[in-house]
């Protein structure tokens, strides 16, 4: 199985898009990448702006080259309706659209259906489904809550086997609810990508307790599954003191890596919304070479 990472906040936007190849299908997951609109009370600055362009070209290019694309839930860091075309002749796999979301994300699924209705090559609601595919298996969980709790909509976590077993956990904020984490443990993955806790927002949207149970929830993932590859990335990294909050989790078990996306690549962390007050404010070196 090959995973590579396309987008995640250490790449230096706000997304999760991941490309999975097996022997039999090739996969894109969550084709959608955003600028924060507003941190530190600051508009998203031209180093950022430059950086999304940049992904979601390469976005376009990885699903084109894709076979099946799947959309955990419709927040615009994890789809894209702008360019149906880009979902010519695919295989969709979707949240359901009508059920276990809320209001917004009703909306935006259906603007989404709307628009890749005459593209796409056939469209299957995954919520709790499993799909054969030659001799690999992807399987979905029901829905479960972005986060606590229901306010902002429910995702699919995905699974995905063959030689391996590789889990996508979306926006599972850590994972923080018991139902998150048993899926995951259930799945006995190798490989995880995890979204971790939203530790930026402490004290406004995000409570101590929650970031606590989000951290002993990947350490009992460490504990209780043959994971080897643990990536957390997406909430996480939008705090640029995000190491302090995975150093007790490197200690739990030999041969169990934990780091970002970039790490995973072999790159180094660009946490471009976390440092948009350096950029403004002329703190951040070389801000002319970004790009």
């Not at 969550?30 to 941190?39: L, Q």
């Amino acid at each position: 199985m090959k995973i590579k990472p396309i987008a995640f906040e250490s790449l230096g936007v706000r997304s999760m898009a991941t490309y999975v190849e097996t022997q039999d299908v090739k996969i894109f997951i969550d084709p959608g990448a955003v600028v924060s609109p507003d941190r530190y009370s600051l508009p998203p600055h031209k180093v950022e702006l430059d950086r999304h362009f940049k992904i979601w070209e390469s976005i376009k290019q990885w699903v084109l080259a894709s076979d099946v694309v799947i959309v955990t839930h419709y927040h615009d860091d994890h789809h894209n309706a702008d360019y149906p075309e880009i979902y010519d002749h695919k295989d969709l796999m979707l949240k359901n659209p009508r059920e276990f979301i809320n209001e917004i994300q009703r909306t935006r699924a259906a603007d989404f259906l709307n628009r890749i209705e005459n593209h796409a090559r056939a469209v299957s609601i995954a919520d709790g489904q499993t799909f054969q595919i030659g001799k690999t298996r992807i399987v979905f969980s029901p829905p479960m809550t972005h986060g606590v709790s229901d306010r902002q909509g429910y995702i699919l976590q995905v699974l995905i086997e063959d030689d391996q077993r590789f889990i996508f956990t979306s926006d599972v904020q850590g994972p923080v609810t018991r139902e998150a984490v048993d899926f995951i443990i259930a799945g006995q993955p190798h490989i995880v990508f995890a979204d971790g806790p939203a530790t930026y927002l402490l004290g406004s949207h995000c409570k101590k307790s929650e970031v606590d149970s989000s951290l002993e929830n990947l350490k009992r993932i460490i504990d209780r599954t043959p994971v080897r590859q643990l990536i957390v990335d997406h909430h996480l990294l939008r705090d640029l003191e995000w190491q302090s909050y995975l150093q007790d989790l490197m200690k739990i078990k030999n041969g169990v890596t934990v780091q970002s996306a970039a790490a995973y690549l072999g790159e180094k962390e660009d946490l471009l919304e976390a440092k948009r007050k350096d950029f403004y404010e002329g703190k951040s070196p070389n801000v002319d070479n970004y790009g």
